[in-house]
């Protein structure tokens, strides 16, 4: 039973504008969430955390919304650049600190 | 500093047969993650360490698969009479641990090929 999913497989957008990247869970005990960006014949690396005592979280041009009634985060890329296409995964974590991970999303920004 | 490592790279291996993937964590890491991506799909938990605790061994999929952690640092990931469907790319990830942060550093992963 998948705990984290990312409905959306793939995402354009034009350079400049706003790449908005969606993750929903089930699970009302997680208490961290994280985004991870991963280039092809990379691993993931760690790009921006929420813990759930918080709704929002900002790190420049990224910034993570987290709505626990509706057990949906966001992330928000402003302005999106070509560098950012990649694949980001969000991944959800207990207290025992198992995490767990959604499917990606691909995206592309266009140049 | 160096970040998490793991080899092979890529490890191409006939149906049936064992394979030993490596993971060295970051120096002064206590917890070390495995996890297995296949096409498609995304990271699946196969098993976590924790400093000198019990392995968190709960997305082991099948007793073909094991893992040891030898001294708190190098982890090795075994798979025993490897099947097709064991082909996938193999991720490991180290954090500082419990309490002190959930930010965890991956490794480039092996690409397992079973034919």
């Known amino acids: 039973d998948q705990q984290v999913k990312q409905n959306s497989p793939s995402l354009s957008v034009q350079e400049g504008r706003i790449s908005i990247l969606n993750c929903d869970y089930t699970?009302?005990?997680?208490?961290?969430f994280l985004w991870y960006k991963k280039y092809p014949a990379e691993g993931p690396t760690f790009l921006i955390s929420?813990?759930?005592?918080?709704d929002k979280n900002e790190d420049g041009r990224f910034t993570v919304f987290l709505n626990k009634s509706a057990k949906h985060l966001s992330l928000h890329i402003v302005p999106s650049q070509p560098g950012d296409s990649a694949v980001y995964f969000c991944?959800?974590?207990?207290?025992?600190?198992?995490?767990?991970f959604g499917t990606g999303t691909s995206l592309t920004v266009i140049p | 500093g160096a970040g998490v490592s793991q080899s092979p790279s890529n490890k191409v291996t006939e149906k049936g047969k064992d394979v030993e993937l490596r993971c060295d964590p970051i120096?002064?890491?206590?917890?070390l993650y495995w996890y297995r991506q296949s096409l498609g799909q995304g990271l699946e938990f196969l098993i976590y360490?924790?400093?000198?605790?019990?392995?968190?061994k709960s997305g082991l999929p099948s007793d073909r698969f094991s893992a040891e952690r030898t001294g708190g640092s190098v982890s090795t990931l075994t798979i025993q009479r490897t099947q097709q469907e064991d082909s996938a790319v193999y991720l490991c990830?180290?954090?500082?641990?419990?309490?002190?942060?959930?930010?965890?550093?991956f490794g480039p992963g092996t690409r397992l090929t079973v034919t």
């Open positions: 120096s002064g890491h206590t917890a």
């Open positions: 699970n009302s005990m997680f208490d961290y």
């Open positions: 991944a959800a974590a207990t207290t025992g600190n198992q995490f767990y």
């Open positions: 990830a180290s954090s500082l641990g419990v309490g002190l942060s959930y930010e965890q550093y």
């Open positions: 929420i813990s759930s005592i918080k």
């Open positions: 360490f924790q400093g000198n605790s019990a392995p968190d």
